[in-house]
């Protein structure tokens, strides 16, 4: 009393379901492997960080991270890679971080800021309102 349409029917939406449901398992593996391979990025980093820094230099550099994050992660991949190819010999402290940060205010930093104001805006106000 089986139909052998209503039959095929159920083999192709468990066959599709089943497609998609390891479509969602590799999709899900694929995430998981990126996140690990990020924290292991991260931990190696802060492994290397620790390894070529003092406690005063990493809470500075921490700090710095806090106040402004671009250049922050621009001096931790400059001490990286310092330290790989052996420029670093000992650790770092906070006096010789401070040197380096402003070493690269200083080569970053091509003309001074500078402040415009705008007179005919500000001409706009009336004496007359008081």
Not at 42 to 67: F, W
Not at 112 to 130: G, I, N, Y
Request: aromatic content about 2%; proline content about 2%.
């Amino acid at each position: 009393m089986e139909d052998p349409d209503l039959e095929e029917l159920r083999r192709q939406r468990l066959a599709q379901l089943q497609s998609q449901y390891k479509g969602e398992g590799e999709n899900q593996n694929a995430q998981k492997l990126k996140e690990e391979q990020a924290r292991a990025q991260e931990d190696a980093k802060n492994s290397i960080l620790s390894q070529i820094l003092d406690q005063s230099a990493r809470a500075r550099l921490n700090t710095l991270m806090l106040g402004k994050p671009e250049k922050g992660k621009m001096v931790e991949n400059m001490l990286i890679r310092m330290a790989q190819t052996g420029q670093i010999c000992s650790k770092i402290g906070e006096t010789e971080l401070i040197t380096l940060l402003e070493n690269v205010n200083a080569q970053t930093q091509h003309k001074p800021s500078s402040v415009k104001f705008d007179r005919r805006r500000a001409a706009l106000d009336s004496d007359e309102d008081f």
